[in-house]
């Protein structure tokens, strides 16, 4: 077969929902093929691309490390080609400002870096953003999109998920010096936790004691407004701090910070969402555009 008779974007639709639905048949039913039809596409692919993307071991569909690269990849392409055509169809400019309320740690860690590819595609796009990690009312900041963190509250708001991030404590070298390092769950009561001062989902620290989880009650010597300004305290050796993963990968890369506990963390996570308003009419292709890049390529 040629390069030319490769239809890789219709291999790559029938890849993901194989991956979404959970399995073949699913994959068979939805795109209107046999499930050994969608068997043979995906061995096929694999025997092209010269790697395995599945293990068929196991009931239910997993993906290898290549697999789930190749995954991403491509829900992004086609929501790339989606977009293409959408404009297309329409006729429609790109253009015109978009208000984005984002909390402080994933502004800067996760949105700022993909702002620039962001305006190089869509160059008569503006972008206003502010960041806070209280809950706002996105009429009255006026915003178009704000990213949510934690379970979502029932509204007239729609939302399309980003991803996931596990949660992990955190102390600086400089603090664990002075005052030692935790070896227990039961040990953190003796150290100082740095806090939220706003009211959360989740009041306390979950941690795992023996075979149960627990939640450990924060009564912090110090208390902050966002995950930013808590990250700044834990480098400061203000004491240790519980924030998600992504917030502090680089500086436990680094060695400012170290990540404790690891045997006691019960695996929570959260789950970050790009939130809109769903009532009044089509949404306007700059929001569609920029909830369209965020989904394709978010990497929590």
């Not at 039913?29 to 993307?53: D, I, N, Q, Y």
């Not at 480098?235 to 998600?244: E, I, M, S």
């Amino acid at each position: 077969m040629s390069r030319q008779d490769i239809n890789r974007s219709g291999e790559m639709e029938v890849f993901v929902r194989a991956v979404e639905l959970g399995g073949f048949t699913a994959a068979a039913h939805a795109c209107r093929m046999t499930p050994s039809a969608v068997s043979k596409l995906v061995t096929r692919l694999e025997t092209r691309l010269g790697t395995r993307l599945v293990n068929r071991s196991t009931r239910k569909l997993q993906l290898t490390p290549e697999g789930c690269v190749f995954y991403e990849r491509s829900v992004a392409i086609l929501a790339d080609i989606a977009e293409a055509e959408r404009n297309a169809a329409s006729g429609e400019s790109v253009a015109g400002p978009i208000r984005i309320n984002t909390s402080a740690s994933f502004g800067n860690h996760i949105l700022a870096p993909l702002v620039p590819a962001f305006l190089s595609r869509y160059p008569d796009i503006t972008l206003d953003i502010s960041h806070t990690d209280r809950v706002v009312d996105l009429l009255d900041d006026r915003a178009d999109v704000a990213i949510r963190t934690g379970p979502l509250k029932s509204s007239s708001l729609i939302a399309r998920k980003l991803g996931t991030a596990r949660m992990i404590i955190v102390a600086s070298p400089a603090y664990l010096e002075r005052h030692g390092e935790p070896k227990s769950a039961a040990e953190l009561r003796h150290h100082r936790r740095i806090g939220f001062a706003y009211s959360r989902s989740i009041e306390g620290w979950p941690v795992r004691q023996g075979a149960e989880t627990v939640t450990l009650p924060v009564t912090p010597g110090v208390q902050v407004g966002d995950g930013e300004a808590m990250r700044h305290m834990a480098l400061a050796a203000a004491g240790l701090a519980r924030l998600v993963h992504f917030t502090v990968r680089a500086d436990i890369e680094a060695g400012r910070l170290i990540s404790l506990l690891e045997n006691d963390n019960p695996g929570d996570t959260e789950d970050f969402h790009a939130v809109y308003i769903g009532q009044g009419g089509p949404l306007p292709t700059r929001v569609r555009v920029m909830l369209d890049f965020l989904a394709g390529h978010v990497r929590l």
